[in-house]
């Protein structure tokens, strides 16, 4: 999978993210986007270093989103923990 594959898929991962931590996010929807983006990536050279999972061709593959979703959540999280809700 190329790098604009894993930009759309890090999109969705932060958007799909997003709706499954609701809230308001210090950074708004280009914050959450780019977190996104982050998370698909994070999540995917995780999966592949330590679970031994390739993920490189594989879009519609149920592990690869998994991977960016949970990384996208994670990074979300710690963005939230590390800048807090500053729209208070």
């Known amino acids: 999978m190329g790098i604009i594959g894993w930009i759309v ?23 959450t986007t780019l ?17 031994h999972r390739s993920i490189d061709n594989h879009f519609f593959d149920l592990a ?10 994670v990074l979300l999280i710690g963005y939230r923990i590390l800048f807090g809700n500053s729209r208070d």
């Open 9 to 31: 898929l890090g999109l969705l991962a932060g958007g799909i993210a997003k709706f499954l931590l609701p809230g308001r996010d210090p950074g708004g929807l280009i914050g």
């Open 35 to 51: 977190i996104g983006v982050a998370g698909a990536f994070t999540g995917g050279w995780l999966s592949a270093k330590f679970l």
């Open 64 to 73: 690869t989103w998994a991977a960016a979703i949970t990384g996208s959540m």
